[in-house]
């Protein structure tokens, strides 16, 4: 609630004023007051707000270690700085500088590493070395991702929910607030005038001006108006919902502050493109107000450059095709003439745009829309063995993102994923499907492990600067009460499920069998412990059975492949009996340039590589009479049965489990996944 009155009425208390016959007219009308509950982006009166975190990752480092806030600090990545706090700023350090430099320039200065993750471990961490291994670590932003999750947290908790409440995270420190309902109903609550309906039921009379002639702003930063731009004019309705609004954004602020000790900095406005410059006009933990009639001074002082969308290409444009990058330059040029030189659309949104105009939304369901995980080598990797532990650590990574999104409990899940590997100038990449049912961090390595070796079946890839991983094409899941459908498996999938659960049975077998014909030495180096290598990407199908490969033989979109396999059956870890965890090559020591399908050594990489290409011919020319014969089968077992390739384990609950809801049985991982990260403290 918001605390004693910021207004002054023209009798000098607090109360509305009550003498309409000598008020005079506000240029806004109940149309417009009305507008505010319903988020109209076009309101005169509408009310938006920019959060950004001051120093954000400064300020994580900050809090999690105990730093005094007055103790200059950097948090460094390799050799680079990626934030900087204020008291170190005031050294002229700068996200330009090296560590060096920034030593110099402040020899007290604190700076931090980022967490890594490091090749062949399996979570991230602080680590005092990091610096030194470029070569082998990958930057980790979990904790302040976790961070940017809590605030977001704290301000929807804060916030009046429902109808009141428009979030739109930006990016990891930035937050959009669409305050107009909120801001309604502030107002309707302090203004008797404005509540119910309006006096003479014409919503597009204008209402009287407010009944009060001074508005206290408090500490905010108050944007100064232009020359003759009515300073002193009495404060209309728009001031009002400003004041109300700013007054709901310090609040806001002195709970974040509160509750997980960080500063931001707000600006408060009519719309997302002022708000989010008026959050940079003064930091670090400061607010700024626009009031529109201070739009034109305050824009006129910017170089259009920095406002959003004219940073790039179409800025660079703008400022050629008239010489300038002041905003005030560009203020004197009629539309028509923007319009013949950038065309009829550009010219008429950059004429809107340069006078404060935005109608974008306050989107609260923007979300994710994918996620990456890279690493650009220094030196270059060269073998399949190094480029899968770097795919462990991107599955990984991923899997935890994708956690937080909430895939265990089916709100969202990618559908595709996709790998890039990039040897000196050439980017070659692989996409596939996800399967449903398989979203969990191991099959993701598995699919990733795919992509891979698809990409070396077109040779000359080595060495690589640069991989990366990322899943997209995220699909809403069902809420609350799952209905059977995300038990379901359809179609190809379904095919796939079914035929890997068939080579997973006898893939079983074989490795028992195969268990028990080795020699004891051997036996005892596949028993061994120890993950990723070599043989975890190059064994496919018929050697495990989480390494089956099954062809997805389907006419559904295969991204960036004409041919796109999954892997299937993978990673269900509880529904693997300790034999088969045994039997699990993923846990022994790698063998130099032994084949894991049929123990053959051969003598080089490029041998083996060569070696397992066969095999994989084989297994495609397996699969493809495997599937058609699948295909013909499910034909007419489905006319029997719907769910058929349902039936049994990793593939689907039973179908009185599917019916009676998400407890019985999911197929899903019963324990929740281990998120060490999470348990860090952030003091
Ligand atoms: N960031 C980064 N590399 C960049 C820019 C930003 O890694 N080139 C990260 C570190 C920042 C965080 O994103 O802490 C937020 O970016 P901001 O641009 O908001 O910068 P800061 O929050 O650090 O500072 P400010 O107080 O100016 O907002
Ligand atoms: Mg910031």
Redesign the pocket.
């Known amino acids: 609630m918001l605390s004693s009155s910021p207004f002054r009425n023209r009798h000098g208390d607090s109360s509305p004023a009550r003498s309409p016959g000598r008020r005079k007219r506000s240029q806004f009308t109940y149309r417009h007051f009305h507008q505010m509950a319903s988020y109209n982006t076009s309101c005169p009166l509408r009310v938006v707000a920019h959060l950004?975190?001051?120093?954000?990752?400064?300020?994580?480092e900050m809090v999690r270690l105990g730093i005094p806030e007055d103790k200059p600090l950097a948090?460094q990545?390799w050799q680079g700085l990626?934030?900087?706090n204020?008291p170190a700023r005031s050294f002229n350090i700068g996200?330009h500088c090296t560590v060096t430099e920034a030593k110099r320039l402040c020899p007290g200065l604190i700076s931090q590493h980022v967490a890594t993750w490091r090749e062949g471990d399996d979570k991230w961490a602080y680590r005092d070395d990091a610096a030194e291994h470029i070569a082998t670590d990958k930057v980790s932003?979990d904790p302040?991702r976790l961070e940017s999750r809590r605030i977001m947290n704290i301000i929807k908790e804060h916030l009046p929910g429902g109808d009141l409440q428009k979030v739109e995270k930006a990016?990891?420190?930035?937050v959009f607030l669409d305050l107009s309902a909120h801001v309604h109903a502030v107002m309707a609550e302090r203004f008797e005038e404005l509540r119910g309906l309006e006096p003479y039921g014409d919503a597009n009379e204008e209402m009287l001006m407010p009944g009060v002639k001074a508005l206290d702003w408090k500490a905010d930063a108050l944007v100064d108006l232009g020359e003759g731009e009515g300073e002193f004019d009495d404060p209309d309705w728009d001031d009002v919902a400003l004041l109300v609004a700013s007054e709901i954004v310090r609040n806001l602020r002195g709970v974040i502050r509160e509750k997980s000790g960080y500063t931001c900095?707000a600006g408060v406005s009519r719309n997302k493109l002022l708000s989010k410059l008026g959050s940079?006009y003064k930091?670090?933990n400061q607010q700024t107000v626009i009031r529109n009639r201070a739009v034109r001074h305050f824009l006129s002082g910017f170089k259009f450059t920095k406002i959003k969308n004219l940073g790039g290409k179409l800025g660079e444009q703008v400022a050629e095709a008239f010489n300038t990058e002041a905003v005030s330059d560009l203020l004197e040029v009629p539309m028509e003439q923007l319009k013949m030189k950038l065309g009829n659309e550009n010219g008429v949104w950059i004429y809107e745009t340069l006078r404060g105009v935005d109608t974008s939304e306050v989107n609260s369901g923007t979300q994710i829309k994918s996620m990456l995980s890279a690493k650009s080598f220094r030196p270059d990797i060269t073998t399949v063995e190094q480029a899968t532990k770097w795919l462990r650590i991107f599955a990984a990574d991923i899997f935890a993102r994708l956690v937080e999104e909430g895939v265990l409990e089916h709100k969202r899940r990618p559908k595709t994923i996709n790998l890039h590997h990039r040897h000196g100038n050439q980017t070659r990449s692989r996409s596939g499907p996800i399967p449903a049912r398989l979203l969990n961090e191991e099959s993701l390595f598995e699919l990733a492990k795919n992509l891979l070796y698809q990409i070396t079946l077109e040779g000359n890839i080595w060495p690589c600067s640069n991989l990366s991983l990322s899943v997209a094409g995220f699909e809403e899941g069902v809420q609350g009460n799952m209905g059977i459908d995300a038990f379901l498996v359809k179609g190809d999938e379904a095919r796939a499920l079914k035929s890997s659960e068939s080579a997973r049975t006898s893939s079983k077998e074989a490795v028992d069998t195969s268990i028990r014909q080795q020699p004891a030495a051997k036996r005892r180096r596949i028993d061994g412990g120890g993950g990723g290598g070599i043989q975890r990407f190059l064994t496919k199908r018929g050697s495990a059975p989480e390494d089956d490969l099954v062809r997805k033989n389907s006419g559904e979109t295969t991204l960036g492949t004409s041919k796109t396999y999954v892997a299937s059956g993978a990673g269900w870890p509880e529904e693997l009996s300790s034999k088969e965890a045994q039997a699990d090559p993923r846990r022994s020591p790698m063998m130099a340039h032994a084949c894991s399908r049929c123990n053959a050594n051969l003598g080089s990489p490029e041998e083996l590589q060569s070696h397992l290409d066969w095999h994989f011919a084989k297994d495609l020319q397996e699969e493809e009479r495997v599937s058609q014969a699948f295909a013909n089968q499910q034909a007419s077992a489905a006319a029997n049965n719907p769910r058929v390739g349902s039936q049994k384990g990793a593939a689907a609950p039973p179908a009185s489990a599917a019916a009676s809801g998400p407890k019985k049985s999911t197929g899903r991982p019963k324990k929740k996944p281990e998120r060490g990260q999470s348990k860090l403290n952030f003091g």
Do not use: M
């Open positions: 950004d975190l001051d120093c954000f990752y400064a300020q994580v948090v990545q990626i934030a900087v204020y996200r932003l302040y990016s990891i420190d930035e900095s940079a930091k670090p």
